[in-house]
């Protein structure tokens, strides 16, 4: 049994089970597993692996949350790339507005540098701000904005895209040049096949995405995800 195959028997396991109804969420929201069940999903705010070192505050479950129309576009990308024998993998979706506020205290302890090796080695943290990297609104907690990567169908593994998730870095820039052919031929398949379906990407950001024309372009919620 391949990865894909063990990761849909889990999911639809979990939601016969009804583990992904433990909220009721707004108008226009759905857990994105109950559309797209095969979904791999690993909230990396839901976990101390970030660039805060810790689980931040409004993450109380690894359940993706996301528009409707979201989802609907997502599982779209999904179904094409499973002819290729890859998969999705999210790191994040909705944001509560609460989580931001916990990055942007994050940000102003200058002495909190514990992950710094590891996600902005380069950037010095006073800088986060002004470089484009930390803001007081995200358009993640909007609920039309993922990130995400391309995984190997068979093993789940990423594949190269020639840089961590949330690394603060040119390295990160979607058309950053050094890269392997074989990176840069990653990076230009996430893009191709989201911008297909309507996702827009973020130029210093190779995961990040947000659907056009999403439904709340002006509403920045707070509900917390669990």
Wanted: aromatic fraction near 14%; include cysteine; charged fraction near 25%.
């Amino acid at each position: 049994m391949n990865y894909k195959t063990l990761l849909y028997i889990t999911s639809l396991f979990l939601i016969t089970l009804g583990f992904q109804e433990k909220q009721t969420l707004p108008d226009g929201f759905v857990y994105a597993k109950s559309v797209i069940p095969d979904l791999d999903v690993e909230l990396r705010y839901f976990s101390e692996n970030n660039f805060v070192g810790d689980t931040i505050d409004g993450y109380k479950a690894n359940r993706l949350i996301i528009t409707k129309n979201t989802a609907e576009k997502l599982k779209l990308v999904q179904e094409e790339l499973q002819k290729q024998n890859l998969c999705l993998k999210v790191y994040d979706g909705y944001r509560p507005q609460r989580a931001v506020n916990h990055f942007i205290r994050w940000a102003k302890d200058l002495n909190d540098t514990i992950k710094k090796q590891q996600f902005y080695p380069e950037v010095n943290k006073k800088n986060l701000f002004k470089a484009g990297y930390i803001a007081s609104r995200s358009g993640h907690s909007r609920g039309s904005t993922i990130d995400l990567t391309i995984t190997n169908g068979e093993t789940g593994e990423p594949l190269d895209m020639g840089s961590p998730y949330d690394f603060f870095g040119e390295a990160s820039w979607v058309a950053h040049e050094a890269l392997t052919d074989e990176q840069k031929k990653n990076r230009q398949l996430l893009q191709t096949v989201m911008l297909k379906h309507n996702f827009r990407n973020y130029a210093k950001e190779w995961w990040h995405f947000t659907l056009r024309w999403e439904p709340f372009p002006k509403t920045f919620f707070d509900f917390e995800v669990e």
